[in-house]
């Protein structure tokens, strides 16, 4: 399987991408090519570098080797154009803000800090409340939102930010069956939107169903490609170094 695309449209480019911790690699060599118009899962086991890609793309790791694009520019200048959620357990949900504020707060790399709000600001704030469903929600507090509809409000963050790349680490964890939809349909309004979504997740058995495509990691690069193709039976004894994901029929976390 081609771990580089040709593609010279891509949004993403990583080369030979290697992020270590204290001098031991947690992910090494890790060449991709990403484009726009992709909802891509990222799997592997425990430990296999899955968070540590999304926050070296974000910009909150620094790279030991290799090289992170975006659209063919390095990845400091891109801040603006990328959107990173992080583990929900990582997040202060008692922080004194309204939905409404934490959308527009995504609006800050256009007016600054100090800067003053104009109606196109103001606009995108309301559009992005709008296509997540919290229009009705816009004056709650976050505390008060369930765990799906705290995940939909970073989303509308990151729409009113206008990020083209959006990085969620385990955006799943601890949803009912109901947020879960709610957040796949989410995700997918924004893959048909163009944008391109990187999440990390554990759950094999629903990958087909949420995702386009799909990265294995253990470390290095196992995998990429449609997701029923690198979720094979093949792959994932490969990954997780068993064969208890050949039917694909549990969900539990490695």
């Known amino acids: ?43 592997g086991p425990n430990g ?7 926050k070296a793309i974000a910009g909150l790791l620094h790279p030991e080797t290799g090289k992170i694009l975006i659209s063919g520019n390095d990845v400091s200048g891109a801040a603006p154009l990328i959107a990173y959620l992080p583990q929900r357990e990582s997040i202060d949900w008692d922080f004194p803000i309204t939905v409404a504020g934490l959308v527009e707060t995504g609006r800050y790399h256009q007016v600054g800090l100090c800067g003053s709000f104009s109606r196109r600001d103001t606009v995108a704030v309301e559009d992005a409340l709008a296509l997540f469903n919290l229009t009705s929600l816009a004056h709650r507090q976050i505390n008060e939102l369930s765990g799906g509809q705290q995940q ?49 997740h554990h759950n094999i058995a629903e990958a087909e169903a949420i995702f386009d495509t799909a ?3 253990n470390g290095e690069l196992i995998a990429y490609g449609s997701t029923a193709e690198v979720l094979s039976p093949r792959h994932l004894e490969c990954a997780y170094g068993t064969a208890i994901y050949s039917g694909k029929q549990t969900g539990k976390k490695p």
Not at 155 to 167: F, H, I, K, N, P
Not at 172 to 177: M, N, Q, V
Request: include cysteine; glycine fraction near 6%.
């Open 215 to 217: 990265i294995l990691l």
């Open 48 to 54: 296999a570098g899955k968070s540590t890609l999304l």
């Open 1 to 43: 399987m081609n771990h580089l695309s040709k593609n010279s449209d891509s949004l993403l480019t990583l080369r030979d991408l290697t992020v270590s911790y204290h001098r031991v690699p947690a992910i090494h060599h890790v060449s991709l090519n990403l484009a726009a118009g992709h909802c891509v899962g990222i799997f």
């Open 152 to 200: 939909r409000a970073f989303l509308a963050r990151a729409w009113a930010q206008e990020a083209d790349l959006y990085l969620l680490d385990e955006p799943f964890t601890g949803l009912d069956r109901t947020s879960c939809s709610a957040l796949s349909s989410a995700l997918g309004t924004l893959r048909d939107c163009g944008k391109l979504l990187l999440v990390s």
